[in-house]
Nanobody, 121 residues
């Protein structure tokens, strides 16, 4: 069984920093893209940042210059360092990965359970 297990998150004051990480576990042949999305009640899940296996990154405009995504391919882990946090960054942050379990599989989307990030004003 393939899982994305998130850690980190929590409560921080506005202007502070927080980090979250996500490790992929199970029988995995290849991981293409890893990243983070976030969602607040009543809104659609939105992209925060992604990173591909070669290290190319993509950020939402709202977090550029404040958040940094990185990845350790050997550990199958993606990290998100969040700096200069704002109350509007408050959301459930979901880990995301595009993976395949066997060489004959197609790449599929996988999601973590989500971790709460709350920024107080």
């Amino acid at each position: 069984q393939v899982q994305l297990v998130e850690s980190g998150g929590g409560l921080v004051q506005s202007g502070g920093s927080l980090s979250v990480s996500c490790a992929a576990s199970g029988s995995i042949f290849s991981i293409r893209t890893m990243g983070w999305y976030r969602q607040t009640p009543g809104k659609q899940r939105e992209l925060v940042a992604t990173i591909d296996s070669g290290g190319s990154t993509n950020y939402a405009n709202s977090v550029k210059g404040r958040f940094a995504i990185s990845r350790d391919n050997d550990k199958r882990t993606v990290y998100l360092q969040m700096n200069s946090l704002k109350p509007e960054d408050t959301a459930v942050y979901y880990c995301y990965a595009v993976m395949k379990r066997r060489v004959t599989d197609i790449f599929s989307d996988y999601w973590g359970q989500g971790t709460q990030v709350t920024v107080s004003s």
